[in-house]
């Protein structure tokens, strides 16, 4: 399936951009996101934003990307690159497992 995500314009978003396309093998955790590590750090202007929406897209440190399939609350820092436009059906499109997932520019 694709989705896509509006990206916001900023520092971690314009280097984010520059790695892209690239397909990363996601992993599970805690039933509500999917992770991967990125091959090299990127700018981070970490903030807790309190809950997390479906569909948000993450910067977990400087080289976690965390796509979020669950609406929760949190209290951890995270630095936002985006959020997929329409979620509905983001969870079960990524499944309870592992997943590989393209990111590219349209």
Do not use: H
């Amino acid at each position: 399936r694709t989705f896509t995500a509006v990206l916001l314009n900023n520092a971690t978003v314009t280097a984010f951009k520059t790695k892209l396309p690239m397909t990363l093998s996601m992993k599970e955790l805690n039933r509500n996101e999917k992770y991967a590590e990125l091959p090299s750090g990127l700018p981070t202007n970490a903030a807790n934003p309190g809950t997390i929406q479906t569909g948000d897209l993450m910067l977990y440190g400087s080289t976690t990307l965390v796509l979020f399939y669950e609406t929760f609350p949190t209290s951890y820092s995270y630095t936002k690159l985006g959020r997929v436009e329409n979620s509905a059906g983001l969870a079960n499109a990524l499944g309870s497992g592992n997943v590989t997932v393209t990111f590219e520019l349209e």
